[in-house]
């Protein structure tokens, strides 16, 4: 029996290791392959409140509004509105008209499976759904206050059994089967950029009505693929089709100088989009999507911060290892800033500006840039980074903790002004950061810092919604943490100092600053100018001097891409650029046999 | 006592430990865990929300009412939908226990085979230098991280020699298996060791009984007595370590899932306690507590079937 | 009763010999015993004291200047190494007496009354092992916090369901035998008879389960710093292998290879000290 067993388990090992070397049939037109490192909750673009969420819905889902392509600043231009929408003068109404022509994709929700005509009454139904009180939309934040009626409609609802659709919200009118009308309740001037986020995207009520709790599922949508089988699965990888029914759009054949110049316009005029199979795979652990990249299983990765030293010897150079194999870095700013936030609650940071100042000028932000970002992020003076107005060219904030000896003579003396020489009688501070490898990394960093001016750090990991709890609770000293744009305007930014947006808001820190609180309110309403800018950075600047924050870096993004995908601008909104990206598949053959 | 009516016996005792379970995994989770609501709001949670939020999942209610609405869908089976995916959870456990079990079970059935014969092996060469050799290596083995197999086994054997796929998922055969045969012989390799050494323990306990003396005084061959006598009578022992490692086959491995993409339960429990995503926890410890009973139900069964000696009690 | 005593004396005088006559088994605990020297001097700073001083440019190779290389912050990996020792063995020893406390009180007492109290610990240790560990792991950090004292409670309040479940056996086998009986018959009392009747019988197994425990203990913290748990502001060998994750990709192999070796070489020991003690100790293998 023993001799028997033995012989099995070696022939179940033998076929095993057989059938490892089937090769894959080889699939017809172009395939997209790409790898995402955190998993996806589902399709419905209410709850699309994270990144990785909202680029999937992005493939099926359109809004009224996009940013373009291919030009840099960040511009908005119309996707499923006609043109970009009448504003009345008072800046309150904001008239679309709606292209006509649109389908929906074809689905069993529909009559005989067939896709119907995007109307403007679909704007309003998605836009209520946005505003249910029953699906809790994790984007209300968005318009929360912001629509005439819409929030009076929720809190109606609230209480009652069911939520009536029907009921007409004087701020969101389809005026007619094409013309679509928005009435603010105060002028909002980032209003259009909701309109290019998911959250506010159209989605089919046939849909929603057939498919009930499971619509995030049965994604039904305008855009440019549809989901493989019309199912979305909860895997670790999702396959996305060709939307056989997707309208005229052609690629962009206008783009900013250095994009024409990159060659980027090779695809003007073609129709998208232009692969005919997206594969998303869901890889959360940095080797493995890494290594997958290598092995040209997938077409792009941003770069794990440690690998940059092999990939990146020096400055913005690949190794020649990997220039051979056709591998092209793309190194482009990101719309972020990372930094460590005082709790202004307590009266030790509160009332103390000379500590938090000598903290900062402690931090040494260019070895923490050389470690952890490879020298390749961009040392944050201020709150606003660059890239939008606001932001202060070539400004260096006197509190910019770079290293100098002179500047660790100056972060001493104001530590001695703030009442604590050599750190004597200043309790032991704690650091709270998001538990991952990199950040622990970045936390014994600041330890290491304020040592040099003899303050204690305590550093400690926490998951994050015990951070946030923390944060929530004030029990918090300093924090480390980051902020991403949710669109190009400083006001994002700067939102987070202002008083009344104290946690649970935005604004974690607690920090509160009447001027800054004053100049805030009046920059919120006006639109885009001259002045408004002014206003930016003038608060950019208390932001600096006034060291709320202990500044990090305003990060770099780096997408490594193998030569045979084509197209490929890295963006901070990189919802549905999908469409835009090709495949040279001949190309494909030929290098991934060098790799 | 009749073998039903104590096979039901000890089926009905579910109902307290579910109790348990439901108990424990309340006073972890809901009380004294951070708020869910906060995860699922992220970076824009205003105290307005968050409030409502907390409202429509029930958790303003007081303490007793969500314990006895816990224990409630407990027993009607009634997991609702994830918190954070919105999924349904009964979905997602069917979805995630085919790609678990793919791994867990084969690896699980050629461990069994191969460690079964080592021992067997290992406890007829007694003593000898074979032996000793065959115990230091699996208990070397042993002495290394899981984590470390994966990381040096994903990174030389999938990626450098390129012998299997470094990650990722297909369902249906053959496609699964150029992904799912590293992490197989990953955890043959960490089974292996603790399980040799285990039932050799247990075959040279047999062997010293004074029941094999005497067979062998009778002239039986060292072979017969291993294999008729010490094997079978180790049956027993093998067998309750074996079927009571079945209910967590079914878990799955949660460092393998993570870094080989395998999209099983491991992985989604995981997820679930950091975000505090409490009606898939509930459902996981749940369905755990139910196993385990029927496991160790199953094991004494399996007890009487194969020693006949063994009284039920 | 003085035979009994008698009896026991020679047992451990016997165990005794019997390891010390395997010279594996002494190399065995010379390892463990090296180690836990290792991890009182670190941790009295007579020794790399100085373990997180940069030395060197980050992620520095082993060299005959670096014997282990550098990490990322150009500190000794060998330091490093050598400063992780007291985390393991104080990880392997405190959750070794935690889980040898908590499963050998709650396991004598089920086994030795039996009856009400018997069934309601035998729920409570059903229950609490037919969670899956992780829940229970994570939920410890939510009330303590992370680092060493979540490390310390997780693993200790988790694995102590074996030992009770072997220790609550031996008990009930025991306790119906003639010696028990007879010191009922002369007037003694349950705690005395727990104590200094059942219980030496019954600690080979205590002995041999602690060992294997401190391995498991030094092994899981791994595991823990992997999901996050682990100790702050000193280097772990879980924490530095956890931060291969991000290194061996690149090539930087060897905070993972020192951090795998040293753990591999004292859990080594440990199991085989495991092993030899059952030999010596486990009174059915007597008739080898």
Partial sequence: ?595 | MSLTSYVLRRLFYVIPVILGVCFLIFIIFSVVSPDPTISMLGKHATKAQVLELREALGLNKPLYIQYFDIVKSAFTFDFGRSWSTKQEIFEMIKQGAIPSMTITFPAFFLSVLLSVSISLFVAFYRGTFLDKGVVFVCVALMSISSLVYILVGQWFFAFKLGLFEISGYEEGFPDVVPYVLLPIIIIIILSVGPDVRFYRTVMLDEIYQDYVRTARSKGLSERKIMFKHVLKNAMVSIITYVVLRIPFLILGSLLIESFFGIPGLGGMTLKAVNSSDFPVIKAMAVLSGIATILFNVITDVLYVVVDPRVKLN | MATNEQESKSLWHHAWDSLMSDRTTVIAMSIVLIYSVVALLSSTGLIVSDWSKEVGPSYAPPSSEFLFGLDIFGRSVFAKTVKATEIAMSVGLVTGILTVLIGVTLGSIAGYYGGKVDEVLVWFYTTVSSIPGIMLLISIAFIVGKGLLAVYLSLGLTSWTGLFRLIRGEFIRHKDREYVQAATAIGGGDFRKIFKHILPNVFHIVIINFSLQFQFAIKSEVILSYLGLGVQGVPSWGTMINDAKLELARGNWWQLAAATAAMMVVVLAFNILGDSLRDALDPKLKGK
Wanted: glycine share 6%; hydrophobic share 40%; aromatic share 12%.
């Fill in chain 1, 1 to 595: 029996m023993k001799k028997i067993s033995f012989i099995l388990s070696i022939l179940a090992l033998v076929g095993l290791l057989g059938t490892s070397c089937t090769k894959k049939a080889d699939i017809k037109g172009k395939t997209l392959n790409m790898a995402v490192s955190s998993q996806v909750k589902g399709m419905d673009p209410i709850y699309a409140n994270d990144r990785y969420s909202s680029n999937e819905v992005a493939r099926i889902y359109e809004g009224l509004l996009e940013y373009h392509y291919l030009k840099r600043p960040y511009t908005l231009v119309p996707n499923l509105a006609e043109a970009m929408p009448i504003v009345s003068k008072d800046g309150l109404t904001y008239t679309f008209k709606i292209k006509k022509g649109i389908m929906f994709q074809n689905d069993a929700a529909f009559p005989e499976g067939n896709g119907r005509e995007l109307v403007a009454e679909d704007f309003v139904f998605s836009i209520k759904r946005l505003a249910d009180p029953k699906l809790q939309g994790l984007g209300w934040w968005l318009l929360d206050g912001k629509i005439t009626g819409l929030n009076e409609w929720r809190k109606k609802y609230t209480e009652l059994p069911t939520v009536d659709y029907e009921e007409e919200v004087e701020g969101l009118k389809a005026l007619d089967r094409y013309t679509l009308q928005f009435k603010l309740a105060k002028p909002f001037p980032q209003f259009l950029y909701a309109l290019a986020m998911p959250f506010t995207f159209a989605v089919a009520k046939e849909a929603v009505a057939k498919y009930g709790n499971e619509f995030l599922n049965h994604p039904v949508g305008t855009g440019p693929f549809a989901i493989k089988d019309g199912v979305f699965k909860q895997t670790k990888k999702i396959t996305y089709v060709k939307n056989p029914t997707f309208r005229e759009k052609k690629f962009p054949c206008e783009a900013s100088a250095k994009f024409e110049k990159e060659g980027l316009l090779a695809d003007c005029g073609k129709k998208l989009p232009l692969v005919d199979r997206v594969i998303v795979n869901i890889i959360e652990e940095d080797q493995p999507r890494w290594l997958n990249f290598q092995k040209g299983k997938v077409e792009y990765v941003s770069v794990p911060k440690d690998n940059f030293d092999t990939v990146i010897p020096d400055a913005k150079n690949l190794s020649p290892e990997y220039l051979s194999k056709g591998i092209d870095l793309m190194v482009s700013p990101s719309l972020d800033v990372t930094y460590t936030a005082f709790n202004h609650d307590l009266k030790l940071f509160k009332d103390n500006v000379k500590l938090r100042q000598a903290m900062s000028l402690a931090y040494d932000v260019n070895t923490s840039n050389k470690l952890f970002y490879n020298n390749q992020a961009i040392p944050a003076q201020s709150v606003v980074p660059p890239g939008i107005a606001g932001h202060i060219e070539n400004y260096v904030s006197p509190y910019r903790g770079n290293g100098s000896p002179e500047q660790l003579v100056q972060a001493k003396k104001l530590l001695a002004e703030a009442g604590y020489p050599e750190g004597k009688g200043l309790p032991e501070i704690t650091y709270d950061c998001p538990s991952s490898t990199v950040t622990r990394q970045i936390g014994e960093y600041f330890k290491k810092q304020m040592a040099k001016i003899g303050i204690n750090v305590k550093v400690t990991q926490n998951p994050w919604p015990e951070l946030q709890k923390k944060i929530t609770t004030r029990n918090v000293m300093a924090y480390g943490i980051a902020w991403g744009a949710d669109y190009p305007d400083a006001e994002n930014f700067l939102q987070l100092l202002y008083g009344p947006n104290k946690a649970p808001g935005a604004n974690g820190s607690g920090y509160n600053n009447p001027e800054l609180n004053r100049l805030f309110k009046v920059a919120a309403v006006m639109q885009d100018s001259p002045e408004r800018t002014a206003l930016y950075e003038k608060m950019n600047r208390i932001a600096a001097e006034e060291v709320p924050w202990i500044y990090g870096v305003h990060r770099q993004s780096f997408v490594l891409k193998h030569s045979w995908l084509k197209n490929f601008v890295n963006s901070d909104f990189d919802a549905g650029i999908a469409q835009y990206l090709n495949i040279d598949k001949k190309m494909k053959i030929e290098m991934v046999k060098k790799l």
